[in-house]
């Protein structure tokens, strides 16, 4: 009698452990996945996925905590699975973290062996991009721990500081433009003195060959850019863009962060607010969030067009993730969650140790807010910076490494069922 073999995993086809493996938008669920058995890994390996499968895959962003001098390890969650990562510190304590526009990298900025300043890989210390000298007499902020920076997709840097964190209420931006190699190109500097700046409320873009700042709730500077290595025009020369107030909402709500993204074109102004004497039992309910998109009038003057007075839906299938240095926005469709939301972390001031800083859901259709988590401890700060791992097939031969993450190498690295090591690689 005919006795049939019985089936194995390793017996499926690789087109369809293909298909799963796209539908796994979790980057702890790929990790899994890949480790079931060797030719899971081998379909990968030997016969990746086309680009344009390989573009379509994104996973669930996590949420990095800010670098502290003394903590041990580097710490990233994913609020959507509630699991805890870590990775080996640092090189360089006390990070000026510098990520990408589309929030798929984070590098921190400091000096080169070569003593050019540069970007550097979190984890490893390796320089992955050199950067030209500084003006003289501009170096002296540069290296302060409250620097942040956004690489753009053309290849621009911009850094900048947060005035409130220097109380000298000076913001400093530098633009490095694309074109050229190192030492080919100079940093744009502008400076501009405002009173009053808050924590928070001090953000920085590029966009469309100008550099946009702000320090408050209603009002933008959009800088003109001189050529490489001038200092930018000064601050009578800025256009200046405000951004008007819906009935009752400059009066009823406490102006907190603001966040700026690019996202299909436009540059997005996101604005969150905090409705007045509020409880903190109601704080979801307080909470309000606003977007605004930059367009030219009709004198072709720049202006702040609320993006609600599109109908409402016109993010509905996009998520944006709000944080420091970077915010941006991701199609839903390639995360395998529903659109017209926003995540961003908030702190309850009145609130127990344990419940301090909180990652928020907000509907931006509906105007609801709803808390996810609670962060546990060491994500002390809202602004924490969000990151989006990147799929990798690993060796088969090399188990350690697979999605970019590096399993604990002894027994006592696995004490926390929640905890792995992670890799930038």
């Known amino acids: 009698m005919y006795r049939r073999r019985p089936r194995r995993w390793s017996d499926l086809p690789p087109d369809l452990v293909r298909e799963i493996s796209l539908r796994l938008h979790d980057a702890g669920d790929f990790v899994r996945f890949h480790a079931v058995c060797t030719p899971w890994r081998e379909y990968l390996l030997l016969d990746p996925l086309p680009r344009t499968q390989q573009q379509q895959q994104q996973f669930l962003p996590w949420l990095l905590a800010p670098d502290k001098k003394r903590a041990d390890s580097l ?7 509630k699991a805890t990562f870590r990775a080996p510190p640092p090189a360089h304590r006390g990070c000026n973290w510098v990520a990408a526009a589309d929030g798929t990298a984070v590098r921190y900025f400091s000096d080169c062996p070569s003593g050019l300043p540069g970007l550097h890989d979190p984890l490893t210390g390796a320089v992955t991009r050199r950067l030209p000298f500084f003006p003289k007499k501009k170096l002296h902020w540069l290296w302060e721990e409250n620097l942040g920076g956004i690489v753009y997709g053309d290849g621009a840097v911009l850094l900048y500081n947060d005035p409130h964190e220097d109380d000298d209420d000076w913001f400093r931006v530098a633009l490095l433009r694309p074109g050229g190699t190192d030492g080919d190109h100079q940093w744009t500097v502008v400076e501009r003195t405002f009173e009053e700046a808050y924590y928070g409320e001090c953000r920085a873009a590029y966009h469309g060959g100008r550099i946009l700042l702000t320090v408050e709730a209603s009002l933008w500077h959009v800088v003109s850019v001189p050529p490489d290595g001038a200092t930018a025009t000064s601050a009578s020369d800025d256009v200046l863009v405000p951004r008007s107030w819906l009935p009752g909402e400059d009066e009823d709500y406490d102006y907190h962060y603001s966040y700026v993204l690019e996202s299909r074109g436009e540059l997005l102004w996101v604005s969150l607010q905090l409705l007045a004497d509020c ?33 409402g839906r016109s993010l509905a299938d996009r998520v944006l993730f709000l944080g420091w240095p970077n915010s941006f926005a991701v199609d839903a469709s390639r995360l ?90």
Request: proline share 7%; hydrophobic share 35%; glycine share 8%.
């Open 75 to 81: 710490n990233l969650r994913c609020v959507f699975s």
């Open 279 to 311: 409880c903190r039992l109601l704080l979801a309910r307080a909470l309000k969030v606003s977007v605004h998109v930059l367009e030219e009038g009709e004198d072709g003057a720049p202006q702040w067009v609320r993006k609600e007075d599109y109908g």
């Open 336 to 425: 395998g969650v529903d659109g017209g939301c926003a995540y961003f972390v908030f702190e309850d001031e009145d609130g127990p140790p344990h419940q301090r800083f909180g990652v928020f859901r907000y509907d931006l259709v509906h105007d609801e807010a709803v808390l996810l988590e609670w962060l546990p401890k060491g994500w002390d700060d809202v602004m924490c910076t969000w990151l989006v791992p990147r799929p990798h097939c690993p060796d088969p031969g090399n188990l350690q490494e697979i999605a970019g993450w590096t399993a604990p190498k002894t027994a006592a690295d696995t004490s926390n069922s929640n905890e792995q090591y992670y890799s930038d690689r």
